[in-house]
Nanobody
Framework: QVQLVESGGGLVQPGGSLTLSCAAS????????MAWYRQAPGNQRELVAR???????DYADSVKGRFTISGDNVKNTVSLQMNSLKPEDTAVYYC??????????WGQGTQVIVSS
C-alpha cells in the first residue's frame, strides 16, 4: 500500500509564491516518476509538472518559467515551487507517485487559491 501525504497549499495573493510538498510511504521502491496535477472546478485534471527517476522534468506550458519541480527518488518525495502565481492557478493540486511497474497512486489533494 502506498500513501501520499501532501502539504503546502493555501491562500496567496497574485504574484505570490507557494511550495507544495509530497511524501510517499509504504513498502515501496524508488519511484519511476512523481508529478503534480491540478483540477479547477469544472475542468479536467491536468498535468502541471513531473520529474522522472533520472532527474528529467517536464512542465505544462502554462507554468513554464514560473514553477519548478524537484524530486528525490530515494526518499520518494517531490516538491513544487510555485512563483508568480496567477488567479488561474487556483485549483486542487494532486500528487502522483508512479511505481517502477508504472502503477499510479494519488494523494488526496491540497487546495491552492490565488486571490486578492
Amino acid at each position: 500500500q502506498v500513501q501520499l501525504v501532501e502539504s503546502g497549499g493555501g491562500l496567496v495573493q497574485p504574484g505570490g509564491s507557494l511550495t507544495l510538498s509530497c511524501a510517499a510511504s509504504g513498502t515501496i521502491a524508488s519511484f519511476n516518476a512523481m508529478a503534480w496535477y491540478r483540477q479547477a472546478p469544472g475542468n479536467q485534471r491536468e498535468l502541471v509538472a513531473r520529474v522522472f527517476a533520472g532527474g528529467s522534468t517536464d512542465y505544462a506550458d502554462s507554468v513554464k518559467g514560473r514553477f519548478t519541480i524537484s524530486g528525490d527518488n530515494v526518499k520518494n518525495t517531490v516538491s513544487l515551487q510555485m512563483n508568480s502565481l496567477k488567479p488561474e492557478d487556483t485549483a486542487v493540486y494532486y500528487c502522483l507517485w508512479r511505481s517502477p511497474t508504472k502503477d499510479d497512486y494519488w494523494g488526496q489533494g491540497t487546495q491552492v487559491i490565488v486571490s486578492s
